[in-house]
């Protein structure tokens, strides 16, 4: 998985993806939130959002047709990661199998859908609880928008600008990061903090309390997502998506989600939250209890 991954996730090879993204997006806002004063229950709609996009970019399923093209054999490397995958062959001209082929493509479905889902519900609920912070997000989004054809759809260089909205949505996995942590286990004897972990432990690495290091993040229970301008936290202090060798492959694509997710949402919608006091619970990834029921209110464009 991690010798491949990287190549079909890599910035390069999902630029071409920009367009597709947005384009699912438009439809998914269209389908689920617009002309509507309530939603129900945003954490299923994200799910939604989310597990589209990657049926889509993952392996044209929206496409009726595509199970015959991949039977001819005349998919493009470019049509989404399977055919890539399918497609690419090793510095020996060696193919991947289907079985590894299936396992990378759960694993991609598995791992991408459910993280990201819940990134960009605990967004929406972020920006219904700090509306000084909305606006900002508001004002930059709309300058993208605003340079826009109507129905011109978002491409790299769009993304690029959205520097301030990928800060909010790094300050809120900071502050409740999707996935929690993992397991290690540890390779040889070391101490650490002055406990002596021998070699064979099942470890247990948390994101959560790495991200709340008062050290690191002043003041860790504010939100305040000029923590990401300039450098950015040091190393290994924030890691939503893990660090070294193991760490996410997929956060690129999750950044491109997140950010045309956003676009989406501000440009159409102001809200603010049913339930003010609704509690995030752990079970065992972060999420609204009663699933983030919002009031919309669509702006005048
Ligand atoms: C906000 C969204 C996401 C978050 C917070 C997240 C977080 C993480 C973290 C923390 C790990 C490392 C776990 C460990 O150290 O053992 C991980 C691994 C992984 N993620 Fe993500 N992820 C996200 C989105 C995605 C997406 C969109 C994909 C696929 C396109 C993806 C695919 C994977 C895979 C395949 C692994 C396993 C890598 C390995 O074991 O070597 N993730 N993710």
Redesign the pocket.
């Known amino acids: ?2 010798k491949f ?1 990287p190549q079909f ?1 890599k910035p390069e090879a999902l630029q071409r993806y920009m367009g597709i993204m947005d384009h699912i997006a438009q439809r998914h806002f269209a389908d689920d939130w617009e002309n509507k004063h309530q939603v129900a229950n945003v954490h299923s709609l994200c799910k939604k959002y989310t597990f589209w996009l990657a049926c889509r970019l993952f392996m044209s399923v929206e496409d009726p047709d595509h199970v015959a093209i991949f039977a001819a054999g005349k998919a493009s490397a470019t049509q989404d990661i399977l055919s890539q995958m399918l497609l690419t062959s090793d510095e020996d001209g060696k193919f991947m199998n289907e079985l590894d082929i299936a396992d990378k493509i759960l ?2 479905l598995l ?2 859908y459910d ?2 889902s819940i ?1 960009c519900s605990l967004i929406v609920k972020f920006l219904a609880e700090l509306p000084h912070i909305y606006d900002q997000v508001y004002k930059k989004q709309m300058e993208i928008a605003n340079s826009k054809a109507k129905s011109e759809l978002l491409n790299w260089e769009d993304i690029q600008k959205l520097k301030y909205s990928w800060n909010i949505a790094c300050e809120v ?1 900071r502050m409740a ?3 929690q942590g ?1 397991f290690r286990e540890a390779i040889t004897d070391f101490i650490f903090n002055g406990f002596s972990i021998p070699k064979g432990w099942k470890l247990y690495w948390s ?1 959560n309390s790495t991200h709340k290091n008062p050290e690191y993040f002043p003041e860790p229970e504010k939100f305040d997502p000029s923590r990401f301008e300039g450098k950015g936290p040091a190393p290994y202090t924030y890691v ?3 660090g070294g060798p ?5 956060k690129e ?2 950044r491109l989600e ?1 950010l045309v997710f956003m676009h989406n949402l501000v440009k159409r919608f102001k809200w603010e939250k049913v339930i003010p006091s609704e509690r995030i619970i752990v079970d065992p990834l972060p999420m609204p209890e009663k699933g983030l029921p919002v009031r919309l209110y669509p702006h005048n464009v």
């Open positions: 998985m991690r991954l996730l694993g991609l791992g991408g993280t990201a990134a996995m990061p999707p996935l993992a994101a939503p998506f893990g193991r760490m996410c492959p997929g694509y999750a997140i």
